[in-house]
């Protein structure tokens, strides 16, 4: 599994990929992995990737929503294309997001940031 994590995010630290070459991410990889954990500062939720419906890549790339049978994703923040390409190779095991995090921040190149994930049950509504 491949680690990565935004640097001070949500205090854990941070660690680079298996080559020491790519930015810190918010996101765990790992491939081929039957589900997917979104962790926010007071709750995580794992679902089946087999519950997957549909994906959308919204507000100029800031905003990437999810629907699953039972659930619907939201995830914001900046740098989002790594995440959004891992998603639908069914390979990200975790995302958690940045506590505290801002979504004005300039990043370094392919530096991925969640500043939030809101998680929305089908009896919420959407």
């Not at 997957?52 to 999810?66: D, N, S, V």
């Not at 039972?70 to 095991?93: A, C, K, P």
Request: negative net charge.
């Amino acid at each position: 599994m491949k680690r990565h994590h935004s640097q001070g995010g949500n205090g854990r630290g941070g660690s680079p990929n298996a080559q020491g070459s790519l930015p810190f991410q918010p996101f765990e990889i790992e491939e081929g992995t039957p589900t997917i954990t979104f962790t926010t500062g007071d709750q995580s939720l794992t679902l089946a990737y087999h519950h997957f419906l549909e994906m959308r890549w919204e507000a100029r790339g800031t905003r990437i929503a999810i629907g699953f049978s039972d659930y619907q994703i939201t995830i914001e923040g900046t740098g989002l294309r790594r995440l959004w390409r891992e998603i639908q190779l069914f390979n990200v095991r975790e995302i958690e997001e940045c506590q505290g995090a801002s979504g004005e921040l300039e990043l370094a190149g392919g530096q991925c940031l969640v500043g939030s994930i809101a998680i929305r049950s089908a009896e919420e509504g959407v």
